[in-house]
């Protein structure tokens, strides 16, 4: 195994390592702080390498205990899941900042955890391996980890009436994770094997009928994870229950991995040559339902989470046009929301604790008391709205192009984006009108001090505004380098449709068989100091060509 490769285990092993370390210094409050901190730092900057590594040779395979594929475990860095764990891990960085001064703030600073940092950095450990595997049985390993350390964060200090409500978020889990497993026992019970890159070749050998049935299952499963309309309901009742950097944490990451699933099996394992009607009227249903609970709501959190509904839609729909144009759009669009999201639920955190209610209809004239944070609300609210030259525009943009080349069904859906964008920014126009115009309240009385949701200080610690800041600074550098960031993933687009790229890079270019718009791909030798590419394939169209 080169160092190359070795780098692609990291993401997953030093959270792993940050989580066990931060338990052993549960008493040490500073240690835990900076191993998580330094943990998630390093994650970035291994994500980086592995992103400009996999834009120029194509995928880096690592073979875990040396077995290959498809019998062994193997981890793949390609476009697509790099640039997602490099942004994962830059919010994920972003949010622990906001919660280690909240909790500073809260509970003082030698005040130590021994649950929040081991759990916060196990739930990472989660994302990164769901990003990076290569079959579908670890993928479901993946999203355990996701849920076991999510369940800990979503329930902790906070009111028996709230878990009751996050229990809801469980159950659904729970039953999600049951046909989830059952789906990956149907698919090897049909191929043999649950390797991805082994399932797309094997599963096209698969009478129609039960090809239909494994990729609807796995539609509903991941549509679950991923909230997609009418099996979303659990979300609006469990995010806004949680304090706010578990909240940003879920929303900006938990989702999107549902639709990083999708993504990745209805491409590899279920491709298609047309447009898929079932999921652009699911994309469409998605896009509207969210948006209109979004309008009727007046708890902040609550209209909030109907909005992420809403635009799991947009990602949706990218997905099920099924064009190389289409999934760079979807690309595109998780990348921007994964910042815009998380960074709204640090704001709506930040506004909680200084008025002391999620209450819409109580609040006002924010802007006079507290101008910085109408800055901060303004910005990710006309991102999400999708106002140019914001990073939501050039990613709409992106869609609604695709959604035009698609035929009559993806222009009629691409009709529903706009509808939706212009719910959007009314839903975000009111809130900034009932919240910072007006004239100022009061902060209310914190009727339950112990938790960690509403404390109505009229207060907050530097470090929160430097976390939900830094998530506003990532989101205008992706619309000031929107172009490269575009280029970057329209050729992982290219990768998802062909398929050869990812086939090749995992079984070697003797099994994956040539086809129509296949990429060639090639070995990249070992470079003088080390850090040889080893297994890693590369496609003509990478910037430097084929090496």
């Not at 115009?437 to 404390?455: A, F, I, Q, R």
């Not at 470090?463 to 970057?488: C, H, K």
Request: one cysteine or more; aromatic letters at 6%; a neutral charge.
């Amino acid at each position: 195994m080169t160092l190359l490769q070795a780098f692609v285990t990291l993401p997953v092993l030093l959270p792993m390592l940050g989580a066990a370390a931060s338990v052993i210094v549960s008493r040490r409050a500073s240690l835990q702080r900076v191993i998580g901190v330094v943990t998630l730092a390093i994650v970035c900057v291994v994500a980086g390498v592995l992103l400009v590594s996999a834009d120029r040779y194509g995928p880096v395979v690592a073979e875990l205990g040396g077995w290959p594929a498809p019998m062994g475990i193997v981890l793949v860095a390609d476009r697509m899941s790099a640039l997602l764990l490099l942004i994962s891990t830059l919010v994920t960085l972003a949010v622990l900042v906001y919660a280690i001064d909240q909790r500073i703030s809260d509970y003082g600073r030698e005040t130590a955890s021994t649950t929040f940092h081991p759990i916060f950095l196990l739930l990472s450990t989660g994302v990164s391996l769901a990003y990076l595997t290569g079959d579908l049985f670890t993928l479901f390993v993946a999203f355990e980890i996701m849920l076991a350390a999510s369940y800990v964060l979503i329930t902790r200090r906070t009111s028996a009436s709230r878990i009751r409500s996050g229990m809801t978020y469980v159950i659904v889990s729970l039953m999600s994770s049951l046909l989830f497993l059952t789906a990956v026992a149907l698919v090897y019970a049909a191929t043999g094997t649950v390797n991805l890159a082994d399932l797309a070749g094997r599963v096209a050998l698969l009478p129609d009928g039960l090809k239909t049935v494994l990729a609807l299952v796995l539609v509903v499963v991941f549509g679950i994870k991923a909230a997609i309309v009418p099996l979303h309901f659990w979300l609006p009742d469990s995010y806004p229950n949680a304090p706010a950097p578990v909240t940003a944490l879920f929303a900006g990451l938990l989702t999107k991995v549902g639709i990083y699933a999708l993504l990745r099996t209805q491409t590899l394992v279920f491709p298609q040559d047309h447009p898929s009607l079932l999921l652009l009227v699911m994309a469409a249903v998605t896009m509207v339902v969210g948006a209109l609970g979004a309008v009727a709501q007046d708890d902040l959190n609550r209209l909030l989470s109907f909005l992420l509904v809403s635009h799991i839609g947009f990602m949706l729909f990218g997905l099920a046009v099924y064009t190389p144009s289409g999934i760079a759009g979807t690309a595109l669009y998780v990348v921007h929301h994964i910042t815009v999201q998380a960074t709204l639920f640090l704001v709506s955190g930040l506004i909680t604790r200084r008025t002391g209610t999620v209450s819409i209809s109580q609040m006002g004239g924010l802007a006079k008391t507290a101008p910085h944070l109408a800055v901060l609300f303004a910005i990710p609210a006309i991102t999400l709205a999708g106002l140019p030259p914001t990073s939501g525009f050039v990613a709409k943009l992106a869609l609604l192009q695709a959604g035009a080349e698609a035929g009559t069904a993806g222009r009629i859906v691409a009709a529903f984006v706009v509808l939706a964008s212009l719910l959007t920014l009314y839903a975000a126009a009111r809130v900034w009108v009932r919240v910072f115009w007006g004239t100022p309240k009061e902060p209310l009385v914190d009727n339950d001090p112990n938790d960690e949701l509403v404390v109505g200080t009229a207060r907050s610690a530097r470090g929160m505004y430097v976390g939900a800041a830094s998530l506003i600074v990532v989101s205008i550098v992706i619309a000031v380098f929107a172009g490269p960031l575009s280029a970057v993933t329209a050729r992982a687009g290219i990768d998802l449709q062909t398929r050869d790229t990812y086939r090749g890079a995992v079984l070697g270019p003797d099994e994956a068989p040539g086809g129509p718009g296949a990429q060639p791909v090639a070995t990249v030798p070992d470079v003088p100091d080390g850090t040889g590419a080893g297994t890693a394939m590369a496609t003509d169209d990478a910037e430097g060509g084929t090496p």
